[in-house]
């Protein structure tokens, strides 16, 4: 997978928009005023994504390529670090997942402008 197609992965949510606040290296997806996505290629295409707390160790646990979120709270956010063997069906249902926790978290007239 190329940075290009995780951007596309991640434009296909509704109501997501791209920012680039932390530098051109890091291209961060929201919705609303909220991320819920930080996309970087400068060591190997990563993406950080919210996770539920509880759904955070597991992740860690299970998979190689699955990294407590870098730079971000530990405790909500993952990093997913895209290599050749990368489980491609997990990802999208993580960036899925992540969407839908900050989804959640807009307020109604929020989510209604979405």
């Given at each position: 997978?190329?940075?290009?197609?995780?951007?596309?992965?991640?434009?296909?949510q509704k109501?997501?928009?791209?920012?680039?606040?932390?530098?051109?290296?890091?291209?961060?997806?929201?919705?609303?005023?909220?991320?819920?996505?930080?996309?970087?290629?400068?060591?190997?295409?990563?993406?950080?994504?919210?996770?539920?707390?509880?759904?955070?160790?597991?992740?860690?646990?299970?998979?190689?390529?699955?990294?407590?979120?870098?730079?971000?709270?530990?405790?909500?956010?993952?990093?997913?670090?895209?290599?050749?063997?990368?489980?491609?069906?997990?990802?999208?249902?993580?960036?899925?997942?992540?969407?839908?926790?900050?989804?959640?978290?807009?307020?109604?007239?929020?989510?209604?402008?979405?």
């Amino acid at each position: 997978m190329e940075i290009d197609q995780l951007v596309k992965l991640c434009m296909a949510q509704k109501g997501t928009w791209e920012d680039r606040p932390f530098g051109p290296e890091h291209i961060v997806m929201k919705v609303g005023k909220k991320l819920y996505a930080i996309i970087s290629d400068e060591t190997g295409l990563r993406i950080n994504l919210k996770c539920e707390p509880d759904f955070v160790l597991t992740l860690v646990d299970q998979y190689d390529n699955i990294t407590l979120g870098y730079h971000m709270n530990k405790k909500h956010w993952i990093t997913f670090i895209v290599t050749e063997d990368a489980d491609l069906n997990l990802l999208k249902q993580l960036v899925e997942d992540s969407y839908n926790l900050v989804f959640k978290s807009l307020t109604k007239r929020e989510q209604r402008e979405r």
